[in-house]
């Protein structure tokens, strides 16, 4: 069975740009959670979604958002790009919301922010 | 909310000898606690994890074990091999279902 994937896997941008990533979940998983990871903050939830509704929501600001799918796929989007917002982020898919279900993560996207 | 201290940060082993992670956790209604391990480039993968009604768990050379009084939990990898050097990170789940996860342990063992 094929495992999570994300694309682009590398993205630069500039500050004030926007940026949308993209998640497939592993098949027939029906929840989609966002981390973001960088070396300070280490892993921080963003949000999860659960047959396409948001279900749990991180403390990030409202210039990050995403959305659900019906096939199950994710997006994220980041407004108004920050050098701060440099990162990995993950997307981890699991069989049933969290935490009934165990998350597996993807390879994640590196966002560079110039 | 949730907030899971891992520890230590570091962890330097010579291969075929013991190591062992440990994470503390604050909010008694945590009830599920994954391990997992990053190695560079790659995004974590779960090696192991443990529900609170269970006390110990164990798969090959890796083990977990659940303190729910003290709220602590413990990666245990035995006879460890250089493929085992990578960040280990723990987990632990708020009551709202909500991943919490430590700041990760880099393991480095040494042939």
């Known amino acids: 069975k094929a495992g999570v994937t994300q694309t682009p896997r590398y993205l630069i941008k500039t500050r004030g740009q926007q940026v949308t990533l993209s998640c497939s979940p592993i098949?027939?998983?029906?929840?989609v959670s966002w981390y973001q990871q960088t070396p300070g903050q280490g892993l921080q939830f963003l949000f999860e979604y659960f047959s396409e509704t948001q279900r749990n929501k991180g403390n990030f600001p409202g210039r990050f958002s995403g959305r659900q799918f019906s096939n199950s796929r994710s997006e994220m989007n980041v407004s108004t790009l920050e050098l701060g917002d440099s990162a990995l982020y993950l997307c981890?898919?699991?069989?049933?919301?969290?935490?009934?279900?165990?998350?597996?993560f993807g390879p994640g996207t590196r966002l560079t922010v110039l | 909310g949730e907030n899971v201290e891992q520890h230590p940060s570091t962890l330097s082993v010579q291969e075929g000898d013991s190591a062992v992670i440990k994470c503390t956790y604050s909010?008694?209604?945590?009830?599920?606690f994954p391990w997992y391990k990053q190695e560079l480039g790659k995004g974590p993968q779960l090696i192991i994890d443990i529900r609170s009604n269970v006390g110990e768990k164990k798969d090959q050379r890796i083990a977990v074990t659940l303190n729910k009084t003290a709220k602590h939990f413990s990666l245990h990898i035995t006879e460890t091999q250089p493929e085992d050097s990578a960040v280990y990170f723990c987990?632990?789940?708020?009551?709202?279902?909500?991943?919490?996860f430590g700041a990760g342990t880099q393991v480095v063992v040494t042939p």
């Open positions: 098949s027939g998983h029906r929840s």
């Open positions: 987990a632990a789940t708020d009551s709202w279902g909500k991943f919490q």
């Open positions: 981890a898919s699991s069989l049933e919301a969290t935490p009934v279900g165990k998350q597996f």
């Open positions: 909010d008694s209604a945590s009830n599920y």
